[in-house]
């Protein structure tokens, strides 16, 4: 027979939990057995004592085998199912633009993306901004949209891993949301359900990072790649600077047009383009369509000259209800803000540091991001043309455009953003390394 407190009570007393164990408790969250308070005791549990990787692994396992998990065998894929995941940020649309380049190297992309919340953007909200795109297509649509165009980017439908949808309802409320051993089951379990070959995690490091210190975010990128790699899951993960804004932008509608721009070949050598490709790299070599980093580093590049990588996301946008037309008519498709003004320093000089996570909740302020889970979003407002580090501003270059819905939300939000830019007469003196490590195993 199984009981709930017995479970808990082994784990409140620091006792390893078996296989067996943890697959009935999960089991008993996605039934609905298990009640809300004994789901939050054993979150505070697992929070306060921790998981050793076996349970880790069990947890993950046991997550994906609540619901619904993809299986894409039957259906004759002439390549690999490939994903990349990112812990977030600001200015962090690489999902927008990776998905559609794998697709274009020969990877199958069914990529479940999630919405944002606090000061980070996320890749469904972006999505929303598409007039008429369905980011919660039926199944049949999904896998259909996958197989024939290579990728289709949506967010978690309930049967995929319900047990983790319910656990991370009650870890919100329960200030359990940074355990690391929840935080990797529910990443991985998600991403096991969506039946993938390889995974790639984008590990952000900085003042914009989800995790706390480097420390912190080097212990996640090696349990995700662990847990993954337990699980049957070739994994990567690649640990990468959030102390300044990945893109110049920040806000849905904003960070749709930068990924359309970019797929159209704007914006090499940048650092979103260098984020791009090593976080591409290392998936083709995942998926065997590249027997080396520099054979993926040349058809990723390949991908965007050619424009491939954009005819997939154009029929991506359609397949799933957007405009045809959205890559041609962009500028009247998607919506835009009433107030579009730059902000500019108090004094000229170069920007020595930045503020990111500030930025970021600049962003919801003006009405693009949630503070609580029910807000509803402005597609349409944002900040563009931000500067980086060692920019030299002054009256003719700004901080930031602000795209406001009203004066009074460009006038908060300009006075926030001055306080986020440390500006000084000499530039920095050194830069923080965009990518900082890169673990892997296959």
């Avoid at 996320?122 to 949209?145: H, M, R, S």
Wanted: with cysteine.
């Amino acid at each position: 027979m199984f009981y709930p407190q017995d479970i808990i009570r082994t784990k409140r007393d620091k006792q390893v939990l078996s296989a067996n164990e943890i697959q009935a408790f999960c089991q008993g969250i996605a039934q609905e057995t298990v009640s809300e308070g004994q789901i939050a005791a054993f979150a505070m549990a697992v929070y306060l004592n921790g998981m050793n990787l076996d349970e880790r692994v069990a947890l993950t396992l046991a997550m994906r085998d609540s619901g619904t998990v993809l299986n894409w065998s039957a259906m004759d894929l002439s390549g690999p199912v490939l994903d990349k995941h990112s812990t977030g940020g600001v200015g962090d649309g690489i999902s927008l633009v990776l998905g559609p380049m794998l697709a274009a190297c020969g990877a199958y992309v069914p990529m479940i993306s999630g919405r944002g919340l606090g000061h980070t953007g996320g890749t469904l909200d972006k999505l929303e901004a598409i007039p008429g795109y369905n980011t919660t297509p039926p199944k049949d649509v999904f896998q259909q949209t996958v197989c024939e165009i290579g990728v289709a980017i949506i967010g978690q439908t309930s049967d995929l891993a319900p047990a983790d949808a319910r656990l991370y309802a009650t870890r919100d409320v329960t200030a359990t949301v940074e355990s690391l051993d929840l935080i990797t089951a529910s990443i991985v379990s998600k991403k096991l359900a969506a039946g993938l070959d390889g995974l790639v995690m984008d590990v952000k490091v900085g003042d914009g990072a989800f995790m706390p210190t480097y420390e912190a975010s080097q212990q996640l990128a090696a349990t995700i790649v662990d847990v993954a790699y337990g699980a049957g899951l070739p994994a990567a993960a690649v640990l990468t600077d959030m102390n300044q804004p990945l893109a110049p932008c920040a806000g849905n509608t904003i960070e749709i047009q930068y990924a359309i721009d970019f797929l159209q070949g704007r914006f090499d050598k940048s650092r979103f383009h260098k984020v791009v490709l090593a976080l591409g790299e290392p998936l083709l070599l995942l998926g065997k369509l590249a027997a080396t980093t520099e054979e993926a580093h040349v058809k990723l590049i390949h991908s965007l000259t050619s424009g491939n990588a954009l005819e997939i996301f154009a029929k991506m946008t359609a397949a799933l209800g957007g405009p045809s037309d959205l890559i041609d008519d962009s500028k009247q498709r998607l919506p835009s803000a009433p107030i579009i003004r730059p902000v500019h320093a108090n004094q000229p000089g170069i920007v020595q540091q930045i503020q990111t996570r500030t930025l970021g909740m600049v962003v919801v302020e003006l009405g693009g991001g949630r503070r609580v889970a029910s807000d509803t979003i402005d597609h349409a407002v944002g900040l563009s043309t931000m500067a980086s580090i060692g920019t030299n501003v002054d009256s003719t270059v700004p901080l930031a455009m602000i795209h406001a819905r009203s004066e009074s939300d460009w006038e908060a939000a300009a006075q926030q953003i001055q306080e986020a830019f440390r500006i000084d007469d000499a530039g920095p003196s050194q830069q923080p390394a965009l990518i900082r490590e890169q673990l892997i195993r296959v």
